[in-house]
């Protein structure tokens, strides 16, 4: 507690320049890999008992985390992931990142991959899509946090979403079960991880009403 009895991290124990370090550094990983080096286990559970400690909305704790590790697995999972990042670029004519190349063409190499998955399907109206998914997505966040601090590297994909039906026959994923967010992860070789260059709080925050300064 300080002087005037507020609660600090000080007085809760948190080291804050690490907290900050972390949420500052998490940055997409795709490259500077170590693809031989296996995630233990009790590392991947530690990490999602952290990533279940976020916050729920009406949902509830409906998650469950789909780890994929076995070769033929992640094979048949990078190879529709491919398909897709085709289709893609035909479609709307994009361009790729190198880093992106990087992570489709050796994705079935990654030590693991982390599906998050939900309990139920979204509503068709915006609110219930917002709560549905504000149920799941701070976790897998969470979980990503969980990794980069401990040196795993990961990045955000959502490109499978579109293909609910044909990961589901791979994964054996039943009915029910929506699909959200796949984080391919390994442990970090030679990757720098710096903040990246990003519009200053001042010129992305309103006060009272849109476009309102905080003078």
Not at 19 to 32: I, Q
Not at 58 to 65: D, M, V
Not at 178 to 193: D, E, F, S
């Amino acid at each position: 507690m300080s002087a005037t009895g507020s609660v600090t991290a000080e007085s809760l124990g948190i080291d804050l320049a690490s907290v900050d370090e972390v949420l500052g550094t998490a940055r997409s990983v795709r490259r500077k890999l170590d693809f031989d080096r296996p995630i233990p286990q009790d590392v991947l559970y530690d990490c999602i008992n952290l990533a279940t400690q976020a916050p729920i909305g009406l949902g509830g704790e409906n998650w469950r985390f789909l780890v994929i590790d076995d070769p033929a697995q992640k094979l048949a999972i990078a190879t529709i992931y491919r398909a897709v990042l085709e289709d893609l670029q035909q479609q709307r004519g994009l361009t790729l990142k190198p880093t992106q190349h990087a992570l489709a063409d050796r994705l079935h190499e990654m030590p693991a991959m982390v599906l998050v998955c939900v309990g139920g399907k979204p509503e068709p109206e915006l609110a219930g899509q917002v709560a549905f998914y504000g149920s799941i997505l701070p976790a897998a966040w969470s979980l990503m946090l969980a990794l980069r601090a401990r040196g795993i590297g990961c990045t955000w994909t959502s490109l499978l979403s579109s293909q609910q039906e044909a990961v589901a026959k791979v994964l054996q994923i039943p009915e029910g079960v929506t699909q959200t967010v796949m984080l391919p992860i390994g442990y970090c070789k030679g990757a720098k991880l710096r903040k990246a260059a990003r519009l200053p709080a001042q010129q992305v925050t309103f006060w009272n009403r849109w476009g309102g300064s905080s003078e």
